[in-house]
């Protein structure tokens, strides 16, 4: 004989006959099944609480409803989904049962996680920022690399895989392998020209030996520069600077793309800067380039802006 929990004990007929099918047949785990359980108990709560005759006759507005109360209740949208998978399994379980024609949750989705915005600078934090005191072997290079960052809108990998033959300096060009790969051809501006040639004017000679003899940025023992040193660097630089968060090359990289937007608008030409295979990956700085936009109405549209205290 199988023990059951309240949660159990308090579920309808059919959602007992479920819970069984999943213990005896498919042999699922008592944790899993506790969660199914609990799933299906805030299912029959709600039927209970809007006047449903029980879960069979709920139909896919219902079951909506329900998703979003326990999306409201602060239920994450991982848990909000499992629920959802219980719910369909379930009505799946019916239809096979009792020959139940439509499943209420199969087209149910959680409300998705709001997608994280990308940390960036505005153009004057860009500019404090690269304010390198350039009086050092070491301090021309980390300028070098931080302008060519913000200025191509390279990946950490990207940089730190350049080579000096990349950058073809009379027509302005580096061409540069990305994810999967690819390779693409992006410009360099002119700053950051200026600063990789005053550091390839000092760029330790111990380079041109062995297998570090085209790494355009080296360390002072003459390798290749890490990923991790890259990264320390450009932290370090931030916090000379007196940035007050912590500057790591994807914030370049993002600022870059940001700037790009917002004064140019053309969202193909920056998936192409970037190396997005997909279009919709790029998509997420027109939420930036929209920000952007809110602040400037806030600040000067005049029903935007709050009136001043009599």
Not at 5 to 11: N, S
Request: include cysteine; hydrophobic fraction near 35%; glycine fraction near 6%.
């Amino acid at each position: 004989m199988h023990s059951t929990t309240a949660q159990e004990d308090a579920l309808g007929i059919s959602a007992t006959r479920f819970l069984s099918y999943l213990r005896d047949v498919r042999q699922l785990s008592p944790h899993t099944i506790n969660n199914y359980a609990r799933d299906l108990a805030s299912l029959q709560r709600y039927c209970e609480t809007s006047g449903k005759a029980d879960i069979e006759t709920l139909v896919e507005a219902d079951i909506r409803t329900w998703a979003s109360q326990l999306h409201r209740q602060g239920l994450a949208g991982g848990s909000i989904q499992r629920s959802l998978s219980a719910t369909r399994s379930f009505y799946n379980f019916l239809g096979r049962e009792s020959g139940l024609q439509r499943n209420p949750a199969a087209s149910v989705q959680a409300p998705r996680k709001p997608r994280k915005l990308p940390k960036t600078l505005d153009a004057d934090q860009v500019s404090k920022y690269l304010s390198f005191d350039s009086d050092t072997v070491t301090a021309l290079r980390d300028s070098a690399m931080a302008e060519l960052f913000y200025s191509s809108g390279l990946r950490l990998a990207e940089l730190a895989a350049v080579e000096v033959d990349d950058i073809d300096a009379h027509s302005k060009l580096l061409t540069v392998t990305g994810k999967g790969r690819k390779t693409r051809t992006v410009p360099v501006g002119s700053v950051a020209l200026q600063a990789i040639g005053r550091w390839l004017e000092v760029r330790p000679r111990a380079a041109a030996d062995g297998t570090n003899c085209r790494a355009l940025f080296t360390s002072n023992r003459g390798q290749r520069i890490s990923v991790r040193n890259i990264q320390m660097r450009l932290k370090l630089q931030g916090r000379k600077s007196g940035m007050r968060q912590d500057v790591h090359p994807h914030m370049l990289r993002h600022s870059f793309a940001s700037h790009l937007l917002e004064s140019s608008g053309d969202l193909r030409a920056v998936q192409e800067l970037l190396g997005h295979a997909n279009i919709s990956t790029t998509q997420i700085y027109t939420h930036l380039d929209f920000q952007h936009l809110a602040k400037v109405y806030d600040a000067a549209h005049p029903r935007a802006r709050r009136r001043k205290a009599d």
